[in-house]
């Protein structure tokens, strides 16, 4: 019986394990993973090499309209490969003020949305379950103490470009600054879609979430029979 393929968004704050869960159930359902993030880290990166005014609306968007991106594997930009590049304190901050304008995220959620209106695709970021796909077949958001998120971002290769890890409270002061700015901008807020499941991982095993998680995929997917299918079986 066939089963049309879903949307599932996936939010929350750094560090609340959503990249792991991600990953982990797009390799399960052979989906595509996007990590929206990554596209406004991407952006930063580009309008700093650029000696573009971060502060700039106007000339970010455009920068965002026109720039052509890779996201499975490798994450580039214009056909350069930034995947470590955009895992730095200067990228983190840089994103955060790029994420703040509305033509910037008009753009980038145009081409989110593009990328995932077929479906089979596991999209994770901070507005993909509120304003990207608000209709997703699985809307999730990750949560996490303050004081674990900033435990795992200490410990995060990806983003300690094999560094030894910098001091958790540093990291958290980060951390904070990050969520102040996502939790109060003008446009897509982070914030917790009315009808997604919040999942709280704090001191759980991500084995524990991705078999909560799992279990939520497969009654979406018990769901999503074909209309036709549905018929024939009646």
């Known amino acids: 019986m066939a089963t049309r393929q879903l949307i599932i968004a996936i939010d929350g704050p750094s560090g609340a394990g959503k990249g792991t869960i991600a990953r982990t159930i797009a390799r399960w359902l052979e989906y595509r993973h996007i990590d929206t993030g990554a596209m406004y880290r991407a952006v930063a990166w580009k309008a700093l090499r650029e000696g573009l005014n971060l502060a700039d609306a106007a000339a970010v968007a455009r920068l965002a309209s026109d720039a052509t991106f890779g996201l499975e594997g490798a994450v580039t930009i214009d056909g350069e490969d930034v995947t470590d590049a955009i895992r730095t304190a200067e990228i983190d901050q840089a994103a955060a003020i790029v994420a703040r304008h509305a033509p910037v995220r008009e753009a980038l959620v145009a081409r989110q949305q593009r990328y ?119």
Do not use: C
């Open 116 to 234: 995932g209106e077929q479906g089979g695709v596991v999209m994770e970021g901070r507005d993909i379950g509120t304003v990207v796909f608000p209709s997703a077949d699985v809307k999730l958001y990750l949560d996490a103490s303050p004081d674990e998120r900033a435990r795992r971002r200490a410990g995060d290769s990806a983003h300690a470009l094999g560094r030894r890890p910098g001091p958790t409270d540093a990291v958290a002061r980060a951390l904070e600054e990050r969520d102040e700015s996502d939790r109060t901008r003008a446009v897509s807020p982070l914030m917790v879609a009315p009808d997604a499941v919040y999942i709280d991982t704090t001191g759980v095993p991500i084995a524990d979430v991705t078999r909560q998680v799992e279990a939520l995929v497969k009654q979406a997917l018990a769901r999503a029979v074909e209309p036709q299918e549905a018929d024939r079986n009646r």
